[in-house]
């Protein structure tokens, strides 16, 4: 209530769901702050995995198949930096995060890698390797999928896929590592963009009409902005089938970033960090809902048009969950 001209306003809570477009977004942003207090202050790629879209039907009726994304990219990487030094056996530092949707909402696994640069030998020895041998890794992360796929789906069928997707790959999957500058402030904004955003934003529904949703896109390889409308109920469809399972990690660590690794704790205190008064003062930032929408909306929530500020006067629960009631007490 405003104590000067007596408004009421009624503020609802969060659904606390990580899924929701709205809400999720709180928790994005403080998946990327936790991710990025981890990581060393050091060069890092942001590679991405695709597969073929013949596979990605596999996947989508068979949820435990998505485990051997994360084991086939693990597998490539560290085979990746092992074959530089088999004497030395470099160890590399990854953020693996799982993707099941494109920018059209429809199915398209993928997996975005946070990848440090530098890696460590099983000496102590550390050393930045800046190349990547893109047609290495393609074949190698080709090869690991699908062998990991092969022993997971043994019938005829997926062998004659196998064979067709050799031949028709013959280059390897996909992969894109673009290079990111050295860990800062701005980067933190680069992780919640690719590791830690919700399905769909907001700001990209534009219409709804109680039958139909109409949103926006921009595909891949194009700059012009795409209107789709869709049924509701069609809309929905393709927004739930991106939750994942109870208990799914969709954010895993590899090699010296993970913990049970077992110079994790060694390495990470050596090695200088992204900074850490940053962070703090970033979380501290965004610790309360009034501040968290002054940051984003650039408005404060709580002041009134009278230019008062609003005072918290009640907190009010619904019937079905029936805790203890609480209001502030009378002070007049």
Known sequence: MCPKCNHIKHVPFTCKSRFCNTCGAKYSEDRALNMSAKLLDNEHRHVVFTIAEELRPYFAHDRSLLHCLFEAVADTLFFSFGKRNKAENYTPGFICVLHTFGRDLKWNTHIHVILCTSAVSRYGKWKNFNHINYEGLRKSWQFCLL??????????????????????????????????????????????????????????????????????????????????????????????????????????????????????????????????????????????????????????????????HYELIEIFYPLPYKPKFFSLPDTS
């Open 147 to 308: 062998r990991l796929m092969n022993s997971k789906i043994q019938t005829p069928e997926f062998k004659c896929l196998v064979d067709k997707l050799y031949a028709s790959y013959n280059n390897g999957f996909y992969v894109n590592a673009p290079p990111i500058k050295r860990f800062s402030a701005g980067v933190v904004n680069y992780i919640l963009r690719y590791a830690g955003r919700p399905v769909l934003a907001q700001s990209r529904i534009k219409n709804y009409d109680g039958k139909t949703v109409t949103f926006t896109y921009t595909p891949h390889g194009s700059d012009e902005l795409v209107t789709e409308t869709v049924p509701v109920f069609d809309f929905i469809k393709r927004l739930i089938i991106h939750i994942p399972d109870r208990n799914f990690k969709i954010i895993r660590y590899f090699g010296f970033y993970a913990r049970s690794h077992k110079m994790h704790r060694a390495y990470m205190l050596r090695r200088k960090k992204i900074d850490s008064a940053y962070l703090a003062l970033r979380k501290r930032t965004l610790k309360s809902w009034r501040k968290r929408i002054i940051t984003s909306f650039s408005h404060d929530p709580l002041k009134c048009s009278c230019w008062a």
